[in-house]
């Protein structure tokens, strides 16, 4: 399975979000670099998110990150 990178900007809600590929990688390594260096282009103080995402085909990965995740429980050890 190929990984992807994608350029997520947020949308107008919570729910929405700009998913533009990037480029498509066979290997971690590579999917990483690119993700390295894209985020140390775009800066500290942006609102645009770059992830690397694992999947069998660009549809599935779009659909992993446009799900909704809860927040996870933070332990009182961990606060």
């Known amino acids: 399975m190929p990984y992807y990178v994608f350029k ?26 690119l993700t390295k260096t894209l985020r140390a282009d775009l800066g500290a103080e942006t609102n645009i998110t770059i992830k690397v995402m694992f999947a069998a085909n660009q549809l599935a990965a779009e ?11 933070l332990r009182e050890w961990e606060k």
Do not use: V
């Open 63 to 73: 659909e992993q990150l446009q799900e909704h995740r809860e927040a996870p429980i």
């Open 8 to 33: 997520i900007t947020p949308g107008p809600s919570q729910m929405i979000k700009a998913l533009e590929l990037q480029q498509e990688f066979d290997t971690y390594k590579e999917a990483k670099a």
